[in-house]
């Protein structure tokens, strides 16, 4: 079989006219396993995962795993990290807009070129600065979410540079702690936490170095991108190691100091595909409207990340409250909202009260939703805390595929998922592809697959069993292979609003 990429780009313009010939596909796959082919060749191979035609046809057939199980292979072979994928995405979507940013009350839109451009910047004052800095740089980003905040993410993600993002929530005693135990050289903030973070670090630090993102600082920063070569930054891309640490994410521990976790490029892409898989009707279409923190994975992996997989547009919220997310969906007019079940009661309640006396008219109800979230929402994700059944099924009966599901930050984000065609009362979904589960004989629920963190930073991943499952510290019960939480066996819960409460922290601060 001819294993050209013109081969193969011809497979993608017949799954883009939703033309997809399975066996044929399992049959690329197992030749670029097995033959000498060319890097960029697998990569256009791999382009196919994010449409939607073909990850339809995959489930419709019943081969998600096996498929799964061809695609990471490809993965490692070709070392398949998110800078390819963002680069292809550039060249691929070129003028569709990738971000959408509030400014002013006006909302300004930026292309996937626009954005890459922005990325090389980036990468080459990066690149400039870990020349002249004589060492290896680590970055820590703490802002709100923002589009710059943003950039810097994805270029160390894309441009191999260790990043940290820092919750901006955390208390100066944590974040102190988080950027030392990291190992961060160079602090990106905006003006909201600057002067906090003087106060912080000034007296006692003169090795970190604090980037402003809103003033003449970020003007500073880029100028020194002019100061690389070109060709040098580009091959930064190329230059990586698939189970490298790329990326730490910290989160509340139940006494102490938070946790660093530790995650990959391995992980990371391995994810994207696996979610893919289950949301296989998501792609370039899609227009995600998001405030979800871009230091928590829903926010960074699913819907950041998630966003530029599938080509799709990423609307930065003005601010989280309810009433300019209200305001926000009339702009954007998204198709997809992953919120809190906070915000999915609001929602609820909203709609209720405008349809107040038609309640049983399916017609005036879904007029009431249209004007609410803008008219085209079709997918919603309930994340990070218990959302009443009777919203699920309200929105699922007017034509928005509510989901939920469980997951956690050591796993990438989620780790089950409920069908849009299979919704069961309470529970949390069916496994996601690409990862196992296991329910110990005292009911609690193991975890091992490719998109598991390895390990916390400076710490080994505990605790975890002799043969590598993850413990999530969750009573489960399993049942026709959907998830039931039934208990929690750590100290940690999340409230409506999908705050993370941990009892034994704030005792040990009151006492």
Known sequence: MDLSRETIQKHVVQAENNVVDVEELFAIAHQLLEEKTERKTVHAFLNLGHLPAVNSSIAENNRIDDWLSLLIELI?????SFGHLFYNRSRKYKHKHLFHEFQKGKVVSYSYEDIWEELLKAAGALT??????????????????????????LTCISFHFPVIPIPANETKKDIDFIIKHSGVTHLFVDNELKTEI?????????DLNIINLNNKDWQTFIEQGQKSDPLEVLKRIGRVRMDEVATIMYTSGTTGEPKGITFSQRNMIVKRFARALALTKFGSHDSFLCYLPLYHTFGRFLELQGSIFWGASYAFAEDSSYDTLRKNFLFIK?????????RWTQLYETIQSLAADHLDEDRIVRK?????????LKWGLSAAGYLDPDIFQFFQNNDIQLLSGYGMTEATGGITLTSPDEYVVDSVGQKLPGIELRISDEGE??????YISAFYYADPLTPSTDDGWFHTGDIFIEKDDHYFIKDRKKEIYKNAAGQTITPQKIENMLS
């Open 445 to 450: 629920l193991l975890l091992k697959g490719p």
């Open 76 to 80: 490692d072979k070709s070392k398949y």
């Open 128 to 153: 400039h600065i870990e020349k002249s800095y004589h060492d290896k740089i680590r970055i820590g980003i703490l802002t709100p979410n923002c589009l710059r905040g943003a950039i810097v993410d």
């Open 334 to 342: 998204p198709t997809v909202l992953i919120s809190v079940p906070k």
């Open 368 to 376: 009431a939703i249209k004007k609410v979230t803008g008219g085209n």
């Open 198 to 206: 003087n106060d912080i670090f000034l007296p006692s630090s003169n």
